[in-house]
């Protein structure tokens, strides 16, 4: 049996941990059964927001007449668009492969790790002739990630269906998709293919998509993606059957009731290929758990405490088996965690307070902290600013249509939560997050500080400062004083 002080279950985020504890002299082993960099890499944040970035130049180009610029699409070569993003995000995974291959410390394993006992994991070799093997680690750390969850349809197991794994790199186009899952990876991949032409059909379960941001977000995305897709939002698939090369997806509405869209309880919807964005679950299941004292909860999700320790001492979580924040950035966020836990004992606990995350459709959407919903769930005292992104110079100059930036604060100015849709909303949120994490966390932290004029930042200025306590005020308010409902 090869003995390591640090073994990584998980070749994506978690990773960093084993070169981190290989930095400080530790022995350490990362145990992944298929492309370096996990799913961020090749089949999740890169190639599809390398798509949404092929759909973006089609919306420029689209929208270039507003602007007094002639310009049309003449040809989308879109089996050049997948192989090219599909060779790039390979070729990085690749990258991170030899590097590992070629340093003798973090030792990789190629294979799928399952626990023997509490430390020691089987790992049964990718390459189908080679012998499996036993390591044991002093020091395990679960990073193992999720894949898309297939939810209980009638029909299903008959039907041919794409999930965000293989709907990424697509040799053909399909001339029309249904989409059923209303959450951020239906919205983002219902607005590429509708932006370059598909005819897409979206089904979400809630009264708008996106349901989990503040509801005057999830409002404006779904009128947006309605430029895109035909929106049956409320509603559910309820049964899918094969007919040919065509999948038929039937769809109730979600309360039963035919108040929804249309006027319709059930509707009939019919296109070249199904798509299922139905949410994702953990791989838990992949490592054997039942050999170890490693508790999951009801949704299969690792259970951790404050320090991301599991219930079984010295064996760590982070990422999306962990579940708090399915991101990237809350997977690399924990792994700092619990890099610092692990190597030098810290003790540090995750706080996902000012944890941000981005939507990428057309507008883009980024949010921080809570949302009026919750506000008013939980009873807290709040004030709120939504400034409309013409409010800024050149949200008016780039016609940012009904982009705003909602702020939500404590009387005190306590910064309690951030909400924004429009362009570059994802880099725009960031110094919000500034705010929370390193200043006091107020609105005047935003408020206080020169924005670079004419730059979109003006928007988030102008938001704050509508709840700032600062005095004699010059953020910019381009909008018309009609439109200004007296709040300024
Ligand atoms: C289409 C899509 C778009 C996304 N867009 C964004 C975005 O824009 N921004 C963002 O922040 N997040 C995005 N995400 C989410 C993001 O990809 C994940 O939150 C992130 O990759 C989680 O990192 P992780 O390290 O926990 O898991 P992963 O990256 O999934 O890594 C886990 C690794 O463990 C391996 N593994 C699994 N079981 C075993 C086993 N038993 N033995 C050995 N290896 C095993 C897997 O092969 C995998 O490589 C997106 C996801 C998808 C699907």
Redesign the pocket.
């Known amino acids: 049996m090869d003995e390591y002080d640090i073994v990584v279950?998980?070749?994506?985020?978690?990773s960093q941990v084993a070169t981190a504890a290989a930095e400080e002299g530790l022995e350490a082993a990362i145990?992944?059964?298929?492309?370096?960099?996990?799913?961020?890499?090749t089949?999740?944040?890169i190639?599809?927001?390398a798509l949404i970035h092929r759909a973006d130049v089609v919306e420029e180009i689209r929208r270039a007449p507003e602007f007094g610029i002639a310009a049309e699409i003449e040809d989308v070569d879109y089996g050049e668009i997948t192989s090219s993003i599909h060779d790039t995000v390979y070729e990085k995974a690749e990258n991170q492969e030899s590097s590992l291959e070629e340093s003798e410390n973090p030792t990789l394993y190629r294979?799928?790790?399952?626990f023997v006992d509490e430390r020691t994991l089987e790992?049964n070799p990718s390459e189908r002739d080679a012998d499996s093997v036993e390591i044991r680690g002093e020091t395990v750390v679960l990073?193992?990630?999720?894949?898309?969850m297939i939810p209980p349809i009638d029909g299903l197991e008959d039907a041919d269906f794409l999930t965000?794994?293989d709907a990424?790199f697509l040799d053909d186009q399909p001339d029309s998709l249904v989409i059923v899952g209303g959450g951020?990876?239906g919205a983002?991949?219902g607005y590429f293919f509708g932006a370059l032409g598909t005819d897409v059909t979206m089904i979400g379960r809630s009264e708008t998509l996106v349901p989990r941001e503040d509801d005057a977000v999830s409002e404006v995305v779904t009128d947006s993606l309605e430029r895109y897709c035909d929106v049956y939002a409320g509603f559910e698939a309820a049964e899918v059957s094969q007919d040919g090369d065509r999948v038929v997806v039937t769809a109730a509405a979600s309360d039963g009731d035919d108040s929804n869209d249309g006027g319709d309880a059930a509707v009939e919807l019919e296109a070249d290929a199904l798509l299922l964005a139905t949410g994702?679950r953990p791989?838990t299941d992949?490592?054997n758990l039942e050999a170890t004292g490693v508790e999951t909860n009801d949704q299969e999700h690792v259970v951790v405490g404050d320090t991301l320790e599991t219930t079984c001492n010295d064996v760590w979580a982070?990422?999306?088996?962990?579940g708090e924040q399915?991101?990237?950035?809350?997977?690399d966020y924990e792994t700092r965690i619990v890099t610092a836990n692990v190597l030098d004992d810290a003790g540090r606990e995750v706080d996902y307070g000012s944890m941000p995350?981005?939507i990428?459709t057309n507008p883009q959407v980024a949010s921080v902290g809570r949302t009026e919903g919750e506000l008013e769930e939980a009873g807290t005292e709040y004030e709120s600013a939504t400034v409309p992104f013409d409010a800024a110079p050149l949200g008016m100059i780039l016609e940012a249509g009904d982009g705003f930036v909602k702020v939500l604060a404590r009387p005190d100015g306590e910064i309690l939560g951030c909400h924004i849709v429009g362009p570059q909303a994802s880099t725009l949120i960031q110094e919000v997050v500034v705010a929370m994490e390193s200043g006091s966390g107020t609105v005047d932290d935003v408020a206080d500080p020169v924005h670079v004029h004419p730059a979109l930042s003006e928007a988030v200025y102008a938001a704050f400062d509508e709840l700032s306590s600062s005095t004699y005020s010059t953020a910019p308010d381009w909008r018309d004083v009609s439109d200004r409902d007296g709040s300024r």
Not at 9 to 14: A, E, K, N
Not at 31 to 41: K, S
Not at 318 to 322: E, N
């Open positions: 279950v998980g070749g994506g985020s978690g145990v992944e059964r298929g492309p370096l960099g996990g799913a961020c890499i089949r999740g944040c190639p599809s927001k294979g799928e790790g399952r790992v990073a193992v990630g999720g894949r898309p965000s794994d990424l951020y990876i983002e991949l994702r791989n992949t490592l982070l990422g999306d088996i962990v399915p991101f990237k950035h809350a997977a995350h981005a990428f």
